[in-house]
């Protein structure tokens, strides 16, 4: 959108149940953007405010962002994630919605009632069946590292701009949180092989290589933070499937039924990952 000052980007959310956690997660952007971190600044309205309400919603105006949609240059892309997690959260932010604390009991709650309510086909139902017994395994984070995430540094929330700067989009998932949850996503799409489905099946290990690297230049991984890799995997993988299966139900869409099934389907690629192709790219790496 052009305006009298330049390009501005606009954008409205809609979701009334959440307007008052999409209301917090804004501010934290905006603060956040003005530590310096790379991640698209809103502008502050006149009277001072980061949205405007609008019908049953918000609406925000952020910066025009000049680039491409994703993320070519590993190397950058780790040094800005590792930029981003060396940020100290101010004292009003509160927990990411990806944080274990926030996404296994609703995972879990969520996937009861689906069982319940009796209205998954058969290939779904397998699915949550497996999705509820492995969320009783997953061990608890101990000692691992929190600050601020992202909450979901996918491709289509990253842009490379001209200058080789790589900015981060559609933040509304950023909080406090073990800084090991930003991974997942950035694993399994940017650094990932994908196949003709779309879905990844192998580790790129020159671009994880790339990505780890100047990542530890900036902010170094600790042991427990390599240890629970596969862990921070499989919490994002549920919670994103759980949250994309719920949309699903209430809105009857085939599409993102699909999409669910992909998240859970995902689980079994992370385990033989994680083990495969990103145990010894990790111990390689300086300590």
């Not at 949205?51 to 049953?56: A, K, P, R």
């Not at 933040?171 to 940017?190: A, K, N, Q, S």
Request: charged content about 25%; hydrophobic content about 40%.
């Amino acid at each position: 959108m052009d305006t009298r000052t330049g390009p501005v980007m606009v954008k409205w959310f809609g979701d009334p149940g959440r307007i008052e956690v999409i209301g917090s997660s804004l501010r934290l952007l905006h603060w956040t953007a003005q530590q310096g971190a790379s991640v698209v600044q809103i502008i502050t309205q006149r009277n001072g405010g980061e949205y405007h309400e609008f019908g049953d919603g918000l609406l925000v105006v952020f910066e025009y962002v000049d680039g491409a949609v994703g993320a070519g240059n590993w190397r950058s892309l780790g040094r800005t994630v590792a930029r981003l997690h060396m940020l100290a959260p101010p004292e009003y932010a509160e927990r990411s919605p990806i944080a274990p604390r926030v996404a296994l009991p609703r995972a879990y709650s969520h996937m009861r009632s689906f069982t319940a309510g009796g209205n998954l086909d058969a290939e779904l139902a397998d699915y949550v069946q497996r999705g509820l017994e492995l969320l009783r395994e997953l061990p608890v984070f101990l000692d691992v590292s929190t600050g601020l995430i992202h909450g979901d540094i996918g491709i289509a929330h990253t842009v490379t701009r001209p200058t080789g700067e790589i900015t981060f989009l559609d933040t509304l998932d950023i909080g406090i949180g073990p800084l090991v949850m930003d991974f997942p996503p950035i694993l399994c799409e940017h650094l990932s092989h994908m196949n003709e489905k779309g879905f990844a099946d192998r580790l790129d290990l020159d671009a994880a290589r790339q990505f780890f690297d100047d990542y530890q230049r900036v902010r170094p991984l600790s042991a427990d933070e390599r240890e629970s890799l596969l862990v921070a995997h499989q919490i994002f993988m549920i919670g994103r499937a759980v949250r994309t299966l719920e949309q699903a139900i209430r809105s009857g869409s085939s599409e993102l039924r699909t999409r669910a099934i992909v998240w859970f389907q995902w689980l079994d690629y992370v385990g033989d990952m994680i083990e495969r192709d990103l145990a010894p790219v990790l111990r390689n790496l300086p300590h």
